[in-house]
């Protein structure tokens, strides 16, 4: 068990290089909007040759991955984040509506041959937030009217010949059944290793190699309340941020969007040193947030020391 939690270590800290380096670069908004547009661009065309493959070549329409090696999950993921980025362009962008569009389709497209539950739950909470944020009632009116819909549009095909495909019943299994292919078992697992090794915690994977699906059940199983210390550490700097950080800065956006989104998966699939997306978007997330407060911390100091400590 020891050379397993340090060869685990081992892995955690060479992932967390890059992730750590990402900190120190200060994200502009020449390179903010550099970053958007190439990153558009790439998960346009992408996810466009893997959507053809699938249609013309492969004809998988469930659970499929495309043309990616990922796993189906991320690739459902890959393609919210494409129709994040279509819908983040879409309403920036005075013309030129043609391609958001398109990438919004393509994206919807590959959440519903990925198959995975995830990518749904994100774009709800994502959808929650704007909502909160919007705070107006026919917006909330029409996600209401939309939740119902989607309900009893999954309850009427789950009963017919459509009821094969692995998205529908999928979703049925979960909206109807509260079905979580055994996830609830996982995390309750998971959590009775760490009531047995409160401090530093026991296992870092179960008997058959299975792991809790959920990143803060697995750092309590894996490093108990030293680890959970140590992520939080990590984390701090997340309470900084504040909505102006967004609001005078549009172009920052899509990537805390993507964190928030990646944080989601993390929270029912993989494991803590597999969730690339997830490390790679929170380090840009809190080197934005550092960024957006270092120069606030500057603005207030050049207007009478108003954050100066005199």
Not at 43 to 69: C, D, K, P, Q
Not at 252 to 266: A, I, M, R
Request: one cysteine or more; glycine letters at 6%; aromatic letters at 18%.
């Amino acid at each position: 068990m020891k050379n397993e939690s340090q060869v685990y270590i081992r892995i955690i800290c060479l992932n967390m290089i890059p992730y750590i380096a990402v900190l120190s670069i200060s994200l502009s908004k020449d390179i903010m909007e550099k970053l958007n547009k190439w990153g558009f661009n790439f998960l346009l065309i992408m996810i466009a040759i893997s959507s053809l493959y699938v249609i013309f070549v492969t004809h998988n329409f469930e659970r499929s991955n495309g043309i990616f090696a990922s796993y189906y999950i991320s690739v459902g993921h890959y393609g919210l984040s494409l129709v994040i980025l279509s819908v983040f362009y879409y309403f920036q962008a005075s013309q030129k509506k043609i391609k958001p569009i398109l990438g919004i389709l393509i994206g919807i497209f590959t959440i519903f041959i990925s198959s995975a539950r995830s990518p749904m739950l994100a774009a709800f909470v994502l959808v929650l937030i704007f909502l909160a944020y919007l705070n107006k009632m026919r917006y909330w009116m029409a996600l209401v009217g939309f939740i119902l819909i989607f309900v009893a549009g999954i309850y009427f095909l789950k009963h017919t010949s459509l009821s094969d495909f692995a998205f529908i019943n999928r979703m049925y299994d979960a909206i109807f059944k509260g079905d979580g292919y055994g996830r609830s078992y996982n995390m309750l697992k998971g959590i009775d290793i760490f009531k047995n090794n409160i401090v530093l915690g026991g296992n870092i994977l179960f008997e058959d190699g299975m792991y809790p699906h959920n990143i803060f059940v697995e750092v309590l199983m894996s490093m108990g309340l030293v680890g959970l210390i140590l992520f939080g550490l990590y984390f701090k700097d997340l309470l900084k941020f504040k909505i102006s950080y967004i609001k005078e800065k549009t172009y920052n956006l899509p990537y805390l969007l993507f964190f928030v989104q990646y944080f989601v998966l993390v929270l029912t699939s993989y494991t803590i040193y597999e969730n690339m997306e997830f490390w790679s978007f929170s380090a840009v997330a809190v080197s934005i947030i550092l960024f957006c407060n270092d120069e606030k911390i500057k603005s207030d100091d050049g207007r009478r020391h108003a954050a100066g400590n005199y």
